[in-house]
């Protein structure tokens, strides 16, 4: 891994190849989490080593705890920016479509925020010194830093909670990296994600609800980030990162402890109601794991 762009990315930028909420938070961390939280404690599993090629194996990580992001003071949606605006980018099928809008209307539920869909920007408006062939796979790709700072930041909306792209092109961020799928920034509320990695979504029900998974696991990720959380060092945790899509599949869509604080403290969101509305969503498009873990996680606070 190139140490320039390593610094850079601890700096503010972090590229989402799927990991801190601390890298090992100890009694007096976690005993100053939420009542709420404190009680979901048992249902998490801690991060075991990493696997060879693992985000963890390959990418070494501060971590955050709940505490530390506290004492951070976070970009969190306040005032007039209450707005999630998601910014498709590119060209997409209707069943493309279909993803974008149940994504929109997953991330309402996850932040309890208002979520709202622009009008297409076309991919043209990249330029050419802002695209490549890959070396070796031959996939057309464009510079996500490029998205970040050319298209999104002179864009932002006056209320935007988050300003985030969403496009059907494979992204890289430069320097020595073959893709990410997708990339935020800490303070500056713009991100960008892809649906290219994701699958077919044309290929039969299962293959769309996977889909959407995989979609919407990026999506709240990269909000995550937005709100200045840091990659989860800590549990198994959707703030956790990976380095393909075999471990971003193994990444949960519920938020650790810590991290489902952290989101506690940015968005002040209803906890029971947003597990019964989560587990809800998960029923309706049959990812019956997802939907499990809410329904318990609702029980174990009531």
Same mark, same amino acid.
Request: proline share 6%.
């Given at each position: 891994?190139?140490?320039?762009?390593?610094?850079?990315?601890?700096?503010? %930028?972090?590229? $989402?190849?799927?990991?801190?909420?601390?890298?090992?938070?100890?009694?007096?961390?976690?005993?100053?989490? @939420? @009542?709420?939280?404190?009680?979901?404690?048992?249902?998490?599993?801690?991060? =075991?080593?990493?696997?060879?090629?693992?985000?963890?194996?390959?990418?070494?990580?501060?971590?955050? *705890?709940?505490?530390?992001?506290?004492?951070? %003071?976070?970009?969190?949606?306040? =005032?007039?920016?209450?707005?999630?605006?998601?910014? @498709?980018?590119?060209?997409?099928?209707?069943?493309?479509?279909?993803? /974008?809008?149940?994504?929109?209307?997953?991330?309402?539920?996850?932040?309890?925020?208002?979520?709202?869909?622009?009008?297409?920007?076309?991919?043209?408006?990249?330029?050419?010194?802002?695209?490549?062939?890959?070396?070796?796979?031959?996939?057309?790709?464009?510079? *996500?830093?490029?998205?970040?700072?050319?298209?999104?930041?002179?864009?932002?909306?006056?209320?935007?909670?988050?300003?985030?792209?969403?496009?059907?092109?494979?992204?890289?961020?430069?320097?020595?990296?073959?893709?990410?799928?997708?990339?935020?920034?800490?303070?500056?509320?713009?991100?960008?994600?892809?649906?290219?990695?994701?699958?077919?979504?044309?290929?039969?029900?299962?293959?769309?609800? &996977?889909?959407? &998974?995989?979609?919407?696991?990026?999506?709240?990720?990269?909000?995550?980030? $937005?709100?200045? $959380?840091?990659?989860?060092?800590?549990?198994?945790? &959707?703030?956790?990162?990976?380095?393909?899509?075999?471990?971003?599949?193994?990444?949960?869509?519920?938020?650790?402890?810590?991290? &489902?604080?952290?989101?506690?403290?940015?968005?002040? /969101?209803?906890?029971?109601?947003?597990?019964?509305?989560?587990?809800?969503?998960?029923?309706?498009?049959? %990812?019956?794991?997802?939907?499990?873990?809410?329904?318990?996680?609702?029980?174990?606070?009531?």
């Amino acid at each position: 891994m190139d140490k320039t762009l390593l610094q850079t990315l601890l700096a503010g %930028w972090l590229v $989402m190849s799927f990991a801190g909420c601390g890298e090992a938070a100890d009694t007096a961390e976690e005993s100053q989490l @939420p @009542p709420e939280m404190k009680k979901l404690l048992p249902l998490h599993n801690k991060l =075991g080593k990493p696997k060879a090629g693992d985000w963890l194996a390959e990418h070494e990580e501060p971590g955050q *705890s709940y505490a530390q992001y506290l004492r951070s %003071w976070p970009t969190v949606p306040e =005032g007039r920016r209450r707005t999630i605006y998601i910014q @498709p980018l590119g060209e997409f099928t209707k069943t493309q479509r279909k993803i /974008v809008d149940l994504t929109a209307e997953f991330m309402g539920i996850y932040y309890e925020l208002p979520v709202k869909i622009r009008e297409d920007f076309p991919l043209d408006m990249i330029p050419d010194e802002a695209r490549r062939t890959h070396p070796s796979w031959g996939d057309k790709q464009i510079l *996500s830093t490029y998205v970040l700072d050319k298209v999104l930041v002179p864009r932002l909306p006056d209320d935007a909670a988050v300003y985030i792209a969403l496009t059907s092109s494979d992204l890289w961020p430069g320097g020595g990296w073959n893709f990410v799928f997708g990339q935020a920034s800490l303070g500056r509320r713009v991100g960008v994600w892809s649906i290219y990695r994701n699958g077919d979504p044309e290929a039969g029900d299962a293959a769309f609800r &996977l889909c959407l &998974l995989r979609t919407v696991k990026t999506a709240v990720h990269e909000t995550g980030h $937005m709100f200045s $959380m840091n990659h989860c060092t800590l549990y198994r945790c &959707l703030m956790g990162g990976s380095n393909s899509q075999d471990e971003s599949d193994r990444q949960p869509l519920a938020l650790c402890p810590h991290c &489902l604080g952290k989101l506690l403290h940015a968005t002040k /969101v209803d906890v029971p109601g947003r597990f019964e509305r989560l587990a809800a969503f998960c029923n309706k498009y049959g %990812w019956t794991d997802e939907a499990a873990f809410f329904e318990k996680s609702l029980e174990t606070i009531r």
